[in-house]
Structure formats: C-alpha cells, structure tokens
C-alpha cells in the first residue's frame, strides 16, 4: 500500500555532505509529521529530525546546524542535506511517517506508523 524508499547514502570524507532522499508512494501520503532516524552497529535508533505539516522542523541536538530537513510535496519526497559531516554520523539511515502530532526526534519510535528499509552512510576520518 505504502512505500517509503531512501536513497542518497554512501561514502564521504569527514567535513564533506551528503544529501539523502525520501520517496514516499502509495495511497497514504499526507501525514502530520515525517522524521529521519538513525542507527550506528550496537546502538540502538535514535531520532535526528522531523519536519511537521506546518514544515516546523525539529532537531537532534547532535545535529543541530550541519543537518537540514525539507520537503517537496510535489515530488513527494524528503530531504535531509547533511553538512558537516562526522565519522559519529556513521549510521543507518531510516525515514518515517506519523499520522498524529506531536512531531519531534524524540517521539517514540512506535509511534511513527511507516518506516523505509534505510541507506547507509559512511564518513571516514
């Protein structure tokens, strides 16, 4: 019914940028809020942004002002521009979708009803 598909990911040198993309299709595409999340090997998936209906965003502390997140409707997918880049960046990264408010990376993951299979990115020292 719902697909949520990332891409973008791969392998960067620490201070360089990646920018990933979120493909969401299906019958179900508006959601109240959608959010990028992250999880390195042994850890467990964290939250690093999210973008409200209101295209309010929210972020992760250790994220703050090297990662952006955006949205086109008309495309149908989201962004998350990665500046900055750190070798503690190194993580699978995940997209998702909520149907209800509140809206933020530090909601629980259950709470957020579709979830893509990930892309992983890989920054060196």
């Known amino acids: 019914q719902v697909q949520v598909v990332e891409s973008g990911g791969g392998s960067v040198q620490a201070g360089g940028s990646l920018r990933l993309s979120c493909a969401v299709s299906?019958?179900?595409?508006?959601?109240?809020?959608m959010g990028w999340f992250r999880q390195a090997p042994g850890k467990e998936r964290e939250g690093v942004g999210t973008?409200?209906?209101?295209?309010?965003?929210r972020y992760a502390d250790s994220v703050k002002g090297r990662f952006t997140i955006s949205k086109d409707h008309a495309k149908r997918t989201l962004y998350l521009q990665m500046n900055s880049l750190k070798p503690e960046d190194t993580a699978m990264y995940y997209c998702?979708?909520?149907?209800?408010?509140?809206?933020?990376?530090?909601?629980?993951?259950?709470?957020?009803?579709?979830w893509g299979r990930g892309t992983q990115v890989t920054v060196s020292s």
């Open positions: 973008i409200g209906v209101d295209d309010n965003t």
């Open positions: 998702a979708a909520k149907d209800v408010l509140p809206c933020s990376p530090s909601v629980l993951l259950p709470n957020f009803n579709d």
């Open positions: 299906g019958y179900k595409y508006n959601y109240a809020c």
